[in-house]
């Protein structure tokens, strides 16, 4: 199958009205626009509420104000240019800021940005980082899309970090095993990369990044598949959206067509309260009781998965709402405090861990790494005082 063409411009969609193509426009000028003809070929434009088109067509609510550019504070994780360190066995580097098609959703939509440059063509300083601190067992590489990348590069990449004897995982975080799983199953050279490098000892894994089960076509199984038999592990994370994936039932087939395509469910995420995002937003209760609810359609494969919020100070699991109280527990802390037990009061508008009455009491506001490093939320705040 050839690659397919990939269109940046909302005009070349014809099967979106003129006027509203025009509307569209102004998001486009604010929050990049890509994709490619295989993702928009899912769509079924005869359905006004289509969840491939919201996902990745640009919708009038992400002009509404709402959210902070860089709802996690990632740019207090910046250990060395490009690279973050949040978790101690943890270390993202941040080598792309492309994707197959740009997310509606996305929580680093900061990175297309022209302004913003946090991701680094040159990987060096960050694998110097995680080969001075031999606590880190395991190394993300993340964008922007990770396999967006030539196969060579990749190559160079994954071939310094199987140097550093202390780097036992390396994790690939991609949404091309959806939006272009050809170009996953045509290339035998990125094959033959994960078959030497993905081994019993020290595994590649894929952490895909799947919405919702139209995804899940022939090509991304023959995708999954061409992974699998290249000693590749592959992961899904995917937040619950509201309109997208919030109906029990989507969420509960997707669970079910994740395990019998051999794809492990790892994380359900609530939404990071990002600029542009409002359209996406459910309250806490409403995202925990559909995942509860598809949980109890699926096996127990399909209840691997965790409902959790990236939140600034770590990801925090959601174990229960109820009764007005949310359960919850640090399942990764930046400070140390995992496994820590929290039970708070829940309103029912409540969206993100800082809704919570008493949040403040579990956790601090973080301190840059690199003081020199000037993040989305400060830069772009600067350039809108300056312009006012």
């Known amino acids: ?86 978790y101690g066995t943890t270390a993202l580097l941040i080598v792309s800021e492309v994707c197959g098609a740009y997310c509606r959703y996305c929580f680093r939509k900061r990175l297309f940005r022209n302004d913003i440059k946090e991701a680094m063509a040159d990987v060096q300083p960050g694998i110097e980082y995680i080969k001075n601190h031999p606590e880190i067992n395991n190394v993300l590489l993340t964008g922007g899309d990770s396999l967006i990348l030539a196969t060579k590069k990749l190559r160079l990449i994954i071939e310094q970090l199987r140097e550093i004897p202390h780097v036992k995982i390396i994790r690939l975080g991609s949404k091309m095993p959806v939006f272009n799983p050809m170009r996953i199953y045509e290339d ?22 799947i919405n919702h089960p139209v995804e899940i076509t022939e090509e991304a199984k023959r995708g999954f598949d061409a992974l699998h038999q290249a000693g590749a592990i592959v992961v ?71 409902l959790s919020m990236s939140h600034t100070s770590g990801k925090i699991e959601i174990l229960a709402i109820e009764d007005g109280k ?44 690199l003081e020199t490093f000037v993040g989305a939320n400060e830069k772009i705040k600067a350039k809108e005082e300056t312009t006012v």
């Open 188 to 209: 035998e050279e990125l094959l033959e990369l994960i078959r030497e490098y993905s081994t019993p000892e020290q595994r590649i894994y894929v952490m895909a990044h």
């Open 1 to 86: 199958m050839a690659q397919p063409k990939y269109i940046m411009n909302i005009d070349k969609i014809t099967q979106i009205p003129e006027e509203e193509r025009a509307k569209l426009k102004k998001i486009t000028e604010k929050f990049v626009f890509r994709v490619n003809d295989y993702y928009l070929n899912l769509i079924d434009w005869n359905n006004p509420n289509d969840p491939i088109k919201k996902l990745i067509i640009p919708n009038e609510g992400e002009l509404e104000e709402y959210g902070r550019w860089d709802a996690s504070d990632e740019d207090t994780n910046y250990a060395a240019p490009g690279c973050q360190h949040k």
């Open 236 to 306: 899904n994370q995917t937040p619950v959206l509201k309109g997208i994936n919030d109906d029990p039932k989507v969420l509960g087939e997707l669970l079910d067509k994740l395990s019998w395509a051999g794809v492990t469910p790892y994380y359900f995420f609530i939404n990071r309260p990002v600029a542009g995002n409002n359209d996406f937003v459910l309250t806490l209760e409403e995202a925990y009781n559909a995942v509860e609810q598809a949980k109890a359609m699926t096996s127990g494969l399909g209840k691997r998965v965790r």
């Open 326 to 369: 949310a359960y919850l527990k640090y399942h990764q802390s930046r400070d140390n405090h995992y496994g820590k037990f929290m039970v708070l009061d829940c309103p029912k508008d409540a969206a993100w861990f800082d809704d919570l009455p008493g949040n403040e009491q579990y956790w601090e506001k973080p301190k840059k790494k």
